[in-house]
């Protein structure tokens, strides 16, 4: 039973524009969620996190956006670059202190 | 700034053979957790510690066991390998950063577990 779902395995976005990457979950005792970048080799790298007493949070180019009530997240990345080509995870967790829950990523290319 | 450690990076066994795979948190992150990762799959949970004692269990065999030690590193034990373990074994750490307790998890570079 996949908790969190990543719909989109890949997405394809030309430098300079919006990068949006989805995520739906099910279980609603999750309340605190994580975006990790990964490129091949290496491990998951953190970009940015939202508790879910908030609907929105900003990091310089990188903004994640919690609807609860649709049980939907959304990271946007604005402007994209090349650099930014990597698999895209989304996590989840009942509670900050608890295991994370991965959906099954999205592979984001960016195209000069 | 420092990372999360982990080692080897690579480790080839043959079936029903053992593995050890080690993993060395940040500074002052007191908390470890292990991940497993197949083959085009999402990271799935293992097992957890927190100041030296299991804080959480995932869907980790029987035949694998871990702990953490007084320095706060954490070692996963992998007995009778099976094909199916091959996969990448991430582990992350948490805890304290600035005098200010931190939430998020940090992942080292993961271990390749090839088991013929």
């Known amino acids: 039973d996949q908790q969190v779902k990543q719909n989109s395995p890949s997405l394809s976005v030309q430098e300079g524009r919006i990068s949006i990457l989805n995520c739906d979950y099910t279980n609603s005792m999750f309340d605190y969620f994580l975006w990790y970048k990964k490129y091949p080799a290496e491990g998951p790298t953190f970009l940015i996190s939202?508790?879910?007493?908030?609907d929105k949070n900003e990091d310089g180019r990188f903004t994640v956006f919690l609807n609860k009530s649709a049980k939907h997240l959304s990271l946007h990345i604005v402007p994209s670059q090349p650099g930014d080509s990597a698999v895209y995870f989304c996590?989840?967790?009942?509670?900050?202190?608890?295991?994370?829950?991965f959906g099954q990523g999205t592979r984001l290319t960016i195209n000069p | 700034a420092a990372g999360v450690i982990q080692s080897p990076r690579h480790l080839i066994k043959e079936k029903r053979e053992t593995a050890t795979l080690k993993c060395y948190p940040i500074p002052r992150h007191d908390t470890v957790y292990w991940y497993q990762q197949g083959p085009g799959q999402d990271p799935q949970f293992l097992i957890s510690?927190?100041?030296?004692?299991?804080?959480d269990k995932g869907s980790i065999p029987d035949r694998f066991s871990a702990q953490q030690f007084s320095d706060y590193h954490s070692e996963l034990n992998m007995s009778s390998l099976e094909l199916g373990d091959s996969a990448l074994y991430f582990c992350?750490?948490?805890?304290?950063?600035?005098?200010?307790?931190?939430?998020?998890?940090?992942f080292g570079p993961g271990t390749r577990l090839t088991v013929l």
């Open positions: 510690f927190y100041e030296k004692m299991q804080s």
């Open positions: 992350a750490s948490r805890g304290t950063s600035g005098g200010r307790r931190e939430y998020t998890q940090y």
């Open positions: 939202i508790s879910s007493i908030k």
């Open positions: 996590a989840a967790s009942v509670s900050k202190a608890q295991k994370l829950v």
